[in-house]
């Protein structure tokens, strides 16, 4: 498939984005994609926590990417299409470096949260979360009873994609009319 979409856009001299199919190896387990920091890159934050628990220990810094032909797909329409994958890169934060004064910077990878949408193979919710513990290894799927997923339902603002937090497609989502209506009503819009 990915050799005809290749073979398609050439024919068409017309720029456009392989979808790269999410890679299962085995049950419960999806790969990390290996090219996944040359995708469309989305957010950075610092310390993001979804909690109300005490701060951790150590800042974190992370990194949101999509896959390029998702993203292509998301401008046109403001909703990302089956077999779109979402990584957030959770990377440790330093403030002491050979130069830096004040101010933190991105260290080593910590783990790795994915979050696919897979119809075919996640047909109740459409989406799934996958966790790697070190950015190399194959994602652990997460349980449906993880938090993860009610969350992402219950405030994200397209799709169940944070969306809200990724500033360059919120405008996308308002100008399509693509937020949902759990994020309608959390914040009070009528």
Partial sequence: MKIFSKLVCALLLAPCAVLAAPQYPADNKMAVPEDY??????TSSLDLNYQTAAAPGHHMLDNVFVDPASYQAYVKTGTWPDKTVLIKEN???ESAGTLSKAGQFQTGVMNLEIHVKDEARFPNGKWA???SSDGKAAGTLMPQSASCYSCHQDHGAVDTSFVQFYPTLMPIAQDKATFSAAYLKEIGAK
Wanted: charged share 15%; net charge positive.
């Fill in 91 to 93: 990377r440790m934060a």
């Fill in 129 to 131: 979360f996958f966790v």
């Fill in 37 to 42: 920091r040359s995708w469309v890159f989305l």
